[in-house]
């Protein structure tokens, strides 16, 4: 995941990262990590990823931080249950894939080369 | 969800000669590798009602198509006039495309299926017969995400050249993806011209020193076996 500016908004990155915060901790499908210091208002995304063992990789000159997805229970999946996903189309509108709730989605990853 | 670094760039020609009636999106840094564990195109996955995933990230061949669709459509970039001599890269890589393996009449028939019968259907998966069946991930090729979306964003950024050393990294940690890899070679100049351009994806013949990858596609291809190329569907 690719962020601009390391400190977030924690509600922004909740639904980015699929990762919740809780009092037992920062949680994703079962798994829940026990954190000293709870995040406030906005979270430090390369240290709430050094908490949560996901990797950083960043380009100072760009402005870009890019984290990595986690690697608990060694899957892609770590739950069924599809996660947050919002793209723009064409126009540049974006489009949240939870809209088709109620309908049955085949998401189709294609590529122009 | 087209992926690609160089988005509308890239993907409008196409959208915009299927003319689709379903939300065509714009997948620019490939989330759905990061989020669903897609490392081929096509793929597909498929979500339930509630939003539930019943198949995770798998390869989807195209339906056969027997009859003309969007005949009153021009491409919108149609190869107009094709070289006169096929470029023997070209006919060597078709020649491997030939090879790889599909089967699109069980694949569809599956789908069809399961849009008839729903959570009944024998190709609706369990939970966590969908989370065991994504792709493995371990602490490196979540390393191999991170630098993959880094490379993107700095290519985008015009940056290539350190995108390239990024795109390598991503390569090196997640060897089984063919998108990390496509993407980055359709991101060289190939020195051709037309919509083939982005599918050279390997040395130019007039400079091949300055390939900047260990790999590219021919070469690959040939190392792991065209019949290797995509993975088989599993009922």
Redesign the interface.
């Known amino acids: 995941m690719l962020w601009r500016n390391k400190l977030v908004d924690t509600q922004v990155f909740e639904k980015e990262t699929g990762w919740q915060f809780k009092p037992e901790g920062a949680c994703k499908g079962e798994v829940c990590i026990p954190l000293s210091n709870p995040p406030g208002d906005q979270v430090d995304v390369v240290k709430i990823a050094g908490q949560l063992g996901l990797p950083v990789v960043s380009d100072e000159t760009h402005s870009l931080i890019a984290v990595g997805p986690e690697a608990i229970g060694a899957r892609a999946l770590t739950t069924a249950a599809a996660p947050h996903l919002q793209l723009p189309d064409l126009s540049g509108a974006p489009f949240d894939l939870a809209s088709l709730r109620g309908n049955k989605v085949v998401v189709y990853a294609w590529a122009p080369y | ?4 670094t160089l988005g ?1 760039e ?7 000669a299927a003319q689709p009636e379903h ?5 620019q ?1 490939h ?2 590798a ?5 490392i081929n ?14 198949r ?2 798998e390869a ?1 061949p195209a339906p056969l198509v027997t009859t003309d669709v969007h005949t009153d459509t021009q491409a919108p970039e149609p190869a107009a006039e094709p070289p006169p001599v096929m470029p023997e890269r070209f006919m060597q890589m078709m020649g491997e495309a030939a090879k790889i393996q599909s089967d699109p009449e069980n694949y569809h028939a599956a ?1 069809r299926d ?2 008839q019968h ?1 959570a009944a259907s024998r190709y609706a998966l369990s ?2 017969q ?3 069946r ?6 490196d ?7 993959f ?2 490379a993107s ?2 290519e985008l ?1 015009g ?1 290539h050249e ?1 995108a390239v050393e ?1 795109f390598k ?1 991503a390569h090196a940690l997640v060897p089984e993806s063919w ?1 990390f890899r ?2 980055a ?2 991101l060289e100049d190939s020195g051709i011209e037309g919509p083939l351009a ?2 050279w ?1 390997g040395p130019r013949d007039d400079d091949p020193e300055a390939w900047p990858y260990a790999g590219d596609w021919l070469s690959d291809v040939q190392a792991e076996g065209a019949e290797n190329y995509s993975e088989p569907w599993q009922p």
């Open positions: 969800m087209g992926l690609d509308a890239g993907c409008r020609p196409y959208i915009e939300p065509a999106l714009l997948d840094h989330v759905l990061e989020k669903f564990g897609v195109i096509p793929s597909a996955i498929w979500i339930d009602e509630q939003g539930m995933i019943v995770p990230a989807a789908l399961w849009v729903g939970p966590e969908v989370i065991t994504s792709r493995p991930r371990d602490a090729k979540s390393l191999g995400h991170a630098h979306e880094l964003a700095l950024a940056a350190r990024h990294q998108t496509r993407q070679w359709s982005r599918f994806q």
